[in-house]
């Protein structure tokens, strides 16, 4: 097993494949494969397509496959989810202060930023019309697609990087695995933490995941002082308001990466309701309350390895 370590999409990029020689053409895969998904769906960039897409004015565009593909997949996450986890919620981030990359919303003086909180639930507005390949964002209307643009290049790269380097591929890109092909013996070990960025010498919960992918959503890693308190960028689209949750992390595996970051970004979002809502979908999870204590949900192993 090899990896290597990088910096793309205002996150970490972590890259392992289960035979070092198949590294190099992997790494030259992730690289294209996480500029591609830049250019198409960063809400940060002016020449993104996203960008373009969000200043149409209500103007039917079209759009290239891969932003399709991330828009077709966001309305799923939205349906699946009855709208807890949706695509445009990007004029309520912005309004609540996350209105450029999350570097410089760290760095700037927050103190004279005054939020506005503007629900979103416009999801069903959304028109996609295959044939030609067009979307419409009604005016006003502003898409974020966070939640799940990233899940899908770890889930597309990884499954394109197995194939090439003919080999077991893990892709992770901050709080979003994805794993695909042949595994090492014993599955691809994981390290569970609030931070993404934690140092894998730090001590901490582990499972093993041998195929498909699992997400971690959380409420401690970005977020930012306003004039009126601190918010972090997992809002409720039903008040467009930070969400108010008793769980500092959700972590859930499933079948994909797209579906786990789907499931523990809406755990965040349900608050209480989490537990069931998980455990009616079979999916197994480990939520963190805020004072440390774990809750484990649909089979997710209560003592994980030791990492």
């Known amino acids: 097993m090899k990896s290597i370590a990088l910096r793309a999409l205002g996150t970490s990029a972590v890259l392992a494949t289960a035979d070092p020689a ?29 960008t373009a897409l969000n200043r149409a004015g209500g103007e039917p565009t079209r759009v290239g496959e ?26 309520s981030l912005r309004l609540a202060g996350y209105d450029r990359t ?28 295959e044939d030609r390949r067009q979307v419409r964002v009604p005016p006003g209307v502003e898409l974020d697609l966070g939640a799940t643009a990233k899940a899908l290049a770890a889930d597309s790269i990884a499954g394109a990087a197995a194939e090439l380097a003919a080999c077991g591929v893990l892709v992770v890109l901050g709080g979003d695995v994805a794993v695909a092909g042949s595994p090492p ?3 691809w070990p994981i390290r569970i933490a609030d931070d993404h960025s ?15 992918g699992l997400a971690t959503s959380s409420t401690v890693v970005r977020r930012w002082d306003s004039s009126t308190g601190e918010q972090h960028h997992l809002l409720d689209p039903r008040t ?10 959700a972590t859930v595996a499933a079948g994909s990466c797209v579906d786990a970051n789907t499931a523990s970004t809406a755990a965040v979002v349900l608050g209480h309701a989490a537990p069931a809502w998980l455990e009616d979908r079979r999916l197994p999870a480990r939520l963190v309350r805020r004072d440390g204590a774990a809750v484990y949900v649909g089979g997710w192993p209560e003592r994980a390895l030791a990492a």
Do not use: Q
Request: glycine letters at 10%.
């Open 22 to 50: 198949g590294l190099p053409a992997a790494r030259r895969l992730l690289v294209c494969g996480l500029r591609a998904f830049d250019l198409a769906c960063s809400r940060f960039r002016d020449d993104s397509e996203l």
């Open 66 to 91: 891969l932003l399709w593909d991330a828009l077709v997949v966001a309305l799923r996450a939205a349906e699946l989810t009855d709208g807890i986890v949706d695509p445009t919620v990007g004029r």
């Open 102 to 129: 999350y570097l410089r919303v760290r760095v700037r003086e927050g103190r004279l930023v005054e939020p506005a909180f503007e629900p979103a639930g416009h999801w069903r507005s959304i028109e996609l019309d």
């Open 185 to 187: 013996e014993g599955g």
């Open 198 to 212: 934690t140092h894998c010498d730090v001590p901490g919960p582990a499972v093993a995941i041998s195929a498909g």
């Open 240 to 249: 467009g308001r930070p969400a108010e949750t008793p769980w500092r992390t």
